[in-house]
């Protein structure tokens, strides 16, 4: 075959470190599948001090994340940067198979050698979408992205999770989603740092940036007592251009916010760390234990005696968690 | 390995702006479980290639009902080639009379799909030649 992709994890880092696009192309395919490859590519271009700005674009379908992403992008382009772009869309869980449509809105970047675009499909049943796209920016950060968008459906926590891995988080609407307003408070809105009320030019705008500006208000006082960023909403109408060179001079000011002085910042840091290793840990233990299929036979067994009526299936995990937490296997 | 799905770029090439054709092949191939990026109308052989590359297909898959198949085919093959990329395989549709599709697939075209064709013909096609090519250890 005529491929030259660099074939061993060596090569392929040496590749991805020298912006090699193909390179760092098949660095994100490694990392998506989630091969023991990939995990050791990730451990040679891991680098302890984050260089990349981590921006998250979520919201529901609809409001326009992909053009807002493109026309952010432009505006970071026009100032100065690299940008990488992760476009996160939903996998069918009936086929396995996806449509990853985020770039018909991203015409504008085509052909833009500072700008590098992945679709990536949520993929995993386990939950690790969070530690995937983390990991895919890692590699992006590493060949040389100094900024880096992440664009996902703000639906599930598999996608919360996504979010709260990320700098900034910016929490995109439309005048049409007052309902859903309501629904989100418990969860999607707190992870707002930047509103965007995109397609501002539609009817209802006004109220629901009135609604948005209500809950920012109520948190105010809580936030400021503990020094935290206070949200802020932006207009935009992104097909247009409108409202987006504000919006990234909010990205900035949230940036510059982080990095305020070297002890939040450094908090900021032992944070991200805590919740980095957690997450690994967590989707590595489910994968390794849990999709090796060695608890299958535990299964048989303890299901039999709970259709017998012998045990119920709490009890039964109950004892092996236990005995797995004191060191022992699933014997006996 | 823990997933090794196919990934394949639909693309629609050209100046033509009928993507129906193409629409309903994406949504075959996301139903056969393939990861799809499909990239809309208007699509320049440099844009596609490049967009094959971000996204390390396996396949690029053409749709050209304008008459220009020809030369877009042989553009999209020779910059990937040109990008050390020649190892993504290139398929088509559209309307492509047979004796051009002979030409196509002398230049290194892997198949041509005419109208009508069903979509379970591509998707076959697709399945083997990525299990030959797993197996040939090329990936």
Known sequence: MTSTVPQGIEDLAAGVRAGDRRALSRALSWIEDETHQGRALLDRLYSPSPTAHRVGITGPPGSGKSTLTCELTRAIRSHEGTVGVLAVDPTSPFTGGAILGDRIRMQALAQDPGVFIRSMATRGSLGGLATTTYGASEAMEAAGCDWILIETVGVGQSEMDVVEAVDTTIVVLVPESGDSVQAMKAGLLEAGDLFVINKFDREGGDRIEKEILLMIELERDRRASKNEWQPRIFRTIATRGEGIEALRGGIEEHRAFLWRDPESWSARQDLRVAQRLRTLLRDRILHALWASGRWDPWIAECGRRVREGAASPYALVDDLVARLMAGKGTEG | ?139
């Open chain 2, 1 to 139: 390995m823990n997933e090794d799905k196919i990934r394949i770029l639909v693309a629609k090439p050209g100046l033509d702006g009928h993507d129906r054709g193409a629409k309903v092949i994406a949504t075959a191939f996301r139903d056969a479980g393939f990861e799809v990026v499909y990239t809309g109308l208007h699509q320049t052989p440099e844009m596609i290639v490049e967009a094959a590359i971000q996204e390390d297909v396996d396949i690029v898959s053409l749709s050209i009902l304008s008459g220009a198949h020809m030369t877009l085919f042989a553009r999209v093959l020779e910059l990937l080639r040109g990008r050390r990329a020649g190892d993504i395989h290139v398929i088509g549709g559209g309307i492509i009379p047979e004796e051009d599709a002979a030409k196509l697939r002398a230049m290194g075209v892997g198949a041509i799909f005419g109208p009508g064709t069903p979509t379970t013909e591509p998707i076959e096609y697709i399945r083997k030649w990525h299990a030959a090519t797993r197996q040939a250890g090329s990936d």
